[in-house]
C-alpha cells in the first residue's frame, strides 16, 4: 500500500537515494515557509495600502519570498 506522505512513490525509490531525505523533507519545510510568507506580505501590503500609509518595502520582500519559494 502506498504511503501518501512520502514525497516519492516506491516505485521510483531506485531513482535517488535515501540519504538525501531529510535534506529534501527541510527544502520542502522552506519552500512551505516562503510561500506562507508571500501570503502574508502580500496581505499586510494590501491593508497598509487600504490604510493609506503603504509600506512600500513590503513590495520587495514579497519578490523575494516568491522567488525563493517557487525556486
Not at 487600504?50 to 520582500?61: C, E, K, R, S, Y
Amino acid at each position: 500500500m502506498a504511503d501518501f506522505r512520502a514525497l516519492i512513490l516506491q516505485r521510483h525509490r531506485h531513482l535517488k537515494w535515501r540519504a538525501f531525505d531529510w535534506l529534501e523533507a527541510v527544502l520542502m519545510i522552506l519552500c512551505g515557509v516562503c510561500i506562507f510568507m508571500f501570503t502574508l506580505t502580500v496581505f499586510c501590503d494590501v491593508v497598509t495600502r487600504t490604510l493609506g500609509a503603504p509600506w512600500l518595502w513590503l513590495q520587495q520582500v514579497t519578490t523575494a519570498f516568491f522567488a525563493w519559494g517557487v525556486f
